[in-house]
Nanobody, 123 residues
Framework: VQLQASGGGLVQAGGSLRLSCASSGRIYSSWIVAWFRQAPGKEREFVAGTRWSRDSTYYSDSAKGRFTISRDSAKFTVVLQMNSLKPEDTAVYFC?????????????????WGQGTQVTVSS
């Protein structure tokens, strides 16, 4: 199983970006997929999570109301739509997946990670 994150870039504050996480290999729709981010000098933090089947979602407080995690029309691709971006959203964004425990926000609980995609929000 591999995850491929894409869609990062440079955007001005208040702008939007759409990140995608595409999977390959044997993925089950019940598995949990989440986005995390890591800013320089900081720990990796949870942003948003769902299942590949996208039946439920959960968000960090900083993401609620601004970010939306959803399933793309492509099979086993999850997107993170980020609106009203702020400079403090600047980070490398990663997607990760695990088989059980919907609702977990601990990075250590996720064993399979994609490479990161850089998001930079200028003020």
């Amino acid at each position: 199983v591999q995850l491929q994150a894409s869609g990062g870039g440079l955007v001005q504050a208040g702008g939007s970006l759409r990140l995608s996480c595409a999977s390959s290999g044997r993925i089950y729709s019940s598995w949990i997929v989440a986005w995390f981010r890591q800013a320089p000098g900081k720990e990796r933090e949870f942003v948003a999570g769902t299942r590949w089947s996208r039946d439920s979602t959960y968000y960090s407080d900083s993401a609620k109301g601004r970010f939306t995690i959803s399933r793309d029309s492509a099979k086993f691709t999850v997107v993170l739509q980020m609106n009203s971006l702020k400079p403090e959203d600047t980070a490398v964004y990663f997607c990760a997946t695990r088989t059980t425990q919907f609702g977990t926000t601990r990075a250590d609980d996720f064993g399979l990670w994609g490479q990161g995609t850089q998001v930079t929000v200028s003020s």
